[in-house]
Structures are given as C-alpha cells and as structure tokens.
C-alpha cells in the first residue's frame, strides 16, 4: 500500500525558463494518492507471468475508516464526543460536579437539534449518599454515648463533663486534618465515628474517679478532682500512648493502600490526642464546678435497682475468675475453643481491600487486531478475518495465489 499510494509528479507548467509575461507556475500529477474504496480495491498484492493478478480487494473488506483510531466515544451506541472532568487535589467533587452540571445546563440553548448533553458517569451522587449515611452514624454514635453515660454515670451533670468533650475534640481534629492538607471524605469521617465511642474514655475515667473520691472519702468537689487527677494522670498518658501505637504505623504503610489508611491514622492519632489534652485541661474544672454530693447518695429508683444488679454482676465475674484461675488447665480447652471460633470468623473474611462501599465499577480498555492463521488449503498463502466473533457480513478471505 506504501508503494502504489503515492503521489507522482511529471512536471510543471510555467517553470524556468520563463517566458516574458509569465503570471504562474503549475505542477502535473500524473498520480495522486488513493482516496476512494474503489481506488484502494485496485491496489495490485501479486502478479504471474500469463497475465492473472490478486488486487487488494480479491482478498479483503476495503472501507474508509478513521483518521486516528486512539479513541471513539459512543454513548448506548450512539455516536458521541466525550470528555472528562478531573479533579485536582484536594478538589470538592460534590461543588464541581454541580458547577459542571450548572454549565451544561446554560449551554443545553446552544446545541444543534438532534444533539444533547449526557452524563455517563458521575461520582458525586455516591459521595454525598456516603457522606449522608457517616452523619446519619455520627449522630447514632453521639446519640449512644449520651445514654450509656445517663445509665452508668446516673447524673446529668456527671454525663454533661465527657458529653462536651465530643464537639471540642471534633471541632480540633478537624482544624488538624485541614492544617495536613486533608478534607472530609469518607475515611476521615469513618475514623470521627470510630474515636466518639474512645475520645469520652479519658472524660468518663477522670469523672468517675471524682465520683468514687466523692462517695468513698466524703470529699468536696474540687478536693475530689485535685486528688483524682494526682491518681490518674499517669494512666490517661499511658492509655493514649497504647492507642497511638496501634493506629500511628498505619500512617507509615506504603503504596496506595497507605495512601488512603494515613488520612485514617492521622484523624484516630489527632482526636485520641485531643481528648487526652481535654481530659487533663477541661474535664477537671468542670469536674469540680458541676460534680454534688447529693447526686451521688441520692439516686432514683431505677438507677439504684441497675446498680445493684450489676453489683451482682461484677460479683459473678469475679469469682468466675478466682475459679479459673484455681483450675488453670480446665482453661486451656477454653481458650482453644475461643481460638478456634476466631480462627474460623477470620477465614469468612475477605481479605482484598474492597470497602462494602465500593461502587463495583468496572472499566476496560479493548483492542482489535488482525489474526493470521497458517494455510489450509493447496496454493493458498493465508488465512484472513478480522479477531474477535466470526459475523456473517464480513466473512473469512482466503489469499491464494
């Protein structure tokens, strides 16, 4: 085809030397290149001495294709001209994407008839429900500790000293995760929800502590805190170090994977820090302003009858343990048993990184090429379809010579 689709040049009209008068100069083709089917059927493949020849189109299907087969874009099969819009980092997918959906509408006036805007594919519909549901489980979680500290506190002001530790220790790890460059996604709102439930710890342990001096010793409030805090400092340091070196070395994973488990760590590592800051900060001033004597001796009916049966409770646990412990090798079935049953929970788990919230979108990229199969017949040379499903509008050539 490079050889018999050229272009052949015989001369020019009006070249040197010139004539006097002479306005323009013409050059003579006596060959162009090829630009119609018919034209391309014609291209000679070979030749014999008796005068018999194979053309191009004896052997295969000719068509004007495209200029540059690096892409096509056909929407439910339909031709379409597609683009996309990419995000730059730290980019609100939510705001572009209704930003671009604002332009398409105000352009919708200018298209030609028969023409229209389709969006394909869109992924902000998906962050905003995902975004939803995290807020939905944020204020379940709110919701949840509020009433595990109303039944084991048993005082609204003993609830309301680690219930204000929840916005402030949010409101700072969200001033942390914008100073580090991150925003709120799904993963960082994934973690908030995981620290509320630990962030109250350090505020119920400091409040409780207060309490116990209060009833124990007969102490005021600002006594009771000032010796509770001398007690437990110590320890609130050491439960945040324990959970730092849990959640920190996830901030250190490499690839992709530690991409997207760092924005996690840093917001678990932010708010543990945090609410440690305002259980030694915060929680005992408010300890010693809010805490009463009265609360604590005077509980009402139900909260008396929960704390009995858990008196009662704690009492079954515990000589439960002395038991075991007097017959330490009746606990080794135990233990294999609860050995067992984790091992048999792990093996059901799946062990790709594939969140549930994965969308299951699937994307490919497929090429054509041109299959040559050997000779199957006497004086043929090849085999020619096209790869892929054999159809009957195109079926396969033979070249023979």
Known sequence: ?????????????????????????????????????????????KTEAGGGAVRLGDVAQIEIGQERYGSESLYNGQPASGFGVNLETGANAVETSARVRGTLDRLTAALPAGLEFRIAYDTSPFVELSIRQVEHTLIEAVALVVLVLVVFLQSWRATLVPLITVPVVLLGTLAVLYAAGYSINTLTMFAMVLAIGLLVDDAIVVVENVERLMADEGLPAREATARSMRQ???????????????FLPMAFFPGSTG???????????????????????LSPP?????????????????????????????GFYGASVRQSLRAPVLMLPVLALILGGAWAIWGRMTSSFIPPEDQGVLMTFIRLDLVVHPARGPGCAHDIHPAGPRRSSRPRTRVCS
């Open 286 to 314: 408010m300890s010693a302003r809010l805490l009463r004597q009265s609360d604590i001796h005077h509980r009402f009916a139900p909260a008396r009858w929960f704390n009995a049966g858990l008196a009662r409770f704690t």
């Open 259 to 281: 991409v997207i488990y760092r924005q996690f760590s840093i917001t678990m590592v932010s708010a543990m820090a945090l609410s440690l800051l305002v259980a030694v900060i």
């Open 1 to 45: 085809m490079q050889a018999q689709n050229t272009t052949v040049s015989v001369g020019a009209l009006g070249s040197q030397p010139t004539v006097p008068g002479q306005q323009f100069t013409a050059t003579i083709t006596a060959q162009s290149q090829l630009g119609s089917v018919e034209e391309f059927e014609q291209i000679l493949l």
């Open 232 to 246: 437990i400092t110590q320890a609130l340091v050491g439960i945040n170090v324990v959970l730092a070196a849990v």
